[in-house]
């Protein structure tokens, strides 16, 4: 297959205008092209030399009449489409003068956050939603087999529960995805872990996916998210439609494969170096982003991330992070 990358780049900055009960103004496109019909954030193109604020201000007042306070950052969406290349800079806009109207008779709709994934949307939107509605740290659990190594009798049995003791404590922090992962442990020891991991999941409402195993997965009642070399194996979705699926992917034939297995997410590196592997690079923020654009599911940086890199992975179009030490309280 010869693809020729899109050598036409566009600037475009996008409001997510919210109301005071917590709606989000979506404008119709207008216009016979591919995204005509479709819904999107408000906004447009950044003129030459024109600030990313100030071409928000602009198109808000051109398209909605309203004079607009551009607030903080949302995420920016590289993306690429059959004919441009395209970064999309979403702010949030609380603030703003004016009553918004379609002014280039462009059709208006007030949508509570949580019914946005309803509506048809650009490619690069797909990003933006899940960056308004779904957790932006998805918790990989430590691998208990690594921890209770050598371990028997009682001391295997309070290595184990104290991994469940810092599972709860880490929940207890916020944290609401978790991947339940321990590739080197007895899987029947495990595959118990894992039941008592995931009630301790159900009772903080967190979402639970475990890793690599979609038979367990169905046992337990809870999401798979896959290993990069199972990506190959299914044909098709694994799971059915309504139970989250995800993947680890390095490469961008691997997202291309996850997106097209309807994985709900991915996760994408190693961006850094990590304390496991500090001689291998990451393969860094641009790359990142490089690789993210031929796909619009939303995705997780992973490998030497925490907490501290949040607005570098949201500026590169990450959904947020994903990480085992970065996230969990041990
Ligand atoms: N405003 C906006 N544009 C989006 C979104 N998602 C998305 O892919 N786009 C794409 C569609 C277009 O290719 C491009 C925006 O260009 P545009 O044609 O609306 O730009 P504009 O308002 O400045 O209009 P013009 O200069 O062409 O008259 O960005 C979104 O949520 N909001
Ligand atoms: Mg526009």
């Known amino acids: 297959m010869s693809e020729t990358a899109p050598t036409r780049f566009v600037r475009v900055v996008a409001g997510v205008i919210g109301d005071a009960r917590g709606r989000i103004l979506l404008?119709?496109?207008?216009g016979a092209s591919d995204l005509g019909g479709l819904w999107e954030f408000p906004g447009g193109k950044i003129d030459p030399g024109?600030?990313?604020?100030?071409?928000?201000?602009?198109?808000?007042?051109?398209?909605?009449?309203?004079?607009?306070?551009?607030?903080?950052?949302?995420?920016?969406?590289?993306?690429?489409?059959?004919?441009?290349?395209?970064t999309l800079d979403v702010r949030?806009?609380?603030?703003?003068?004016?009553?918004?109207?379609?002014?280039?008779?462009?059709?208006?709709?007030?949508?509570?956050?949580?019914?946005?994934?309803?509506?048809?949307?650009?490619?690069?939107?797909?990003?933006?939603?899940?960056?308004?509605?779904?957790?932006?740290?998805?918790?990989?659990?430590?691998?208990?087999?690594q921890l209770t190594a050598g371990l028997s009798g009682a001391e295997l049995e309070a290595a184990e529960q104290a991994w469940l003791?810092?599972?709860?404590?880490?929940?207890?922090?916020g944290i609401c995805r978790v991947q339940v992962r321990s590739p080197t442990a007895d899987p029947q020891r495990s595959a118990r872990l894992a039941a008592s991991a995931v009630e301790l999941c159900r009772s903080a409402s967190a979402e639970v996916l475990v890793n690599g195993d979609p038979e367990l997965a169905a046992r337990l009642?809870?999401?798979?998210?896959?290993?990069?070399?199972?990506?190959?194996?299914?044909?098709?979705r694994p799971v059915g439609a309504d139970v989250?699926?995800?993947?680890?992917?390095?490469?961008?034939?691997?997202?291309?494969?996850?997106?097209?297995?309807?994985?709900?997410?991915?996760?994408l590196g190693n961006v850094k170096p990590t304390a496991s592997h500090p001689a291998r690079d990451g393969i860094g923020w641009e790359a990142f982003a490089?690789?993210?654009?031929?796909?619009?599911?939303?995705?997780?940086?992973?490998?030497?991330?925490?907490?501290?890199?949040?607005?570098?992975?949201?500026?590169?179009?990450?959904?947020?992070?994903?990480?085992?030490?970065?996230?969990?309280?041990?």
Not at 62 to 85: C, F, M, N, S
Not at 250 to 266: I, K, M, P, Q
Not at 308 to 320: E, I, P, T, Y
Request: hydrophobic share 40%.
């Open 27 to 30: 404008a119709q496109r207008t």
């Open 50 to 86: 024109e600030s990313t604020e100030h071409a928000l201000a602009r198109e808000l007042d051109e398209e909605l009449g309203i004079h607009a306070e551009v607030g903080e950052a949302v995420i920016t969406v590289p993306q690429l489409y059959p004919d441009k290349r395209l």
């Open 92 to 145: 949030h806009v609380t603030r703003w003068q004016g009553n918004p109207r379609g002014r280039e008779g462009q059709a208006l709709l007030w949508v509570p956050p949580r019914k946005l994934a309803l509506y048809r949307m650009p490619p690069a939107d797909r990003p933006v939603v899940a960056a308004l509605q779904q957790p932006d740290r998805y918790l990989v659990t430590p691998d208990v087999g």
């Open 165 to 173: 003791d810092a599972l709860e404590r880490t929940l207890a922090a």
């Open 221 to 236: 009642g809870v999401g798979v998210h896959l290993r990069s070399d199972q990506l190959c194996v299914y044909f098709d």
């Open 244 to 267: 989250p699926l995800a993947a680890s992917c390095h490469t961008v034939d691997e997202l291309r494969a996850a997106e097209r297995l309807g994985c709900n997410f991915v996760v």
């Open 290 to 330: 490089a690789m993210r654009e031929h796909v619009s599911m939303p995705i997780y940086a992973i490998g030497g991330v925490g907490i501290d890199d949040m607005d570098d992975a949201r500026a590169h179009g990450a959904q947020g992070i994903a990480a085992i030490r970065g996230l969990w309280a041990g």
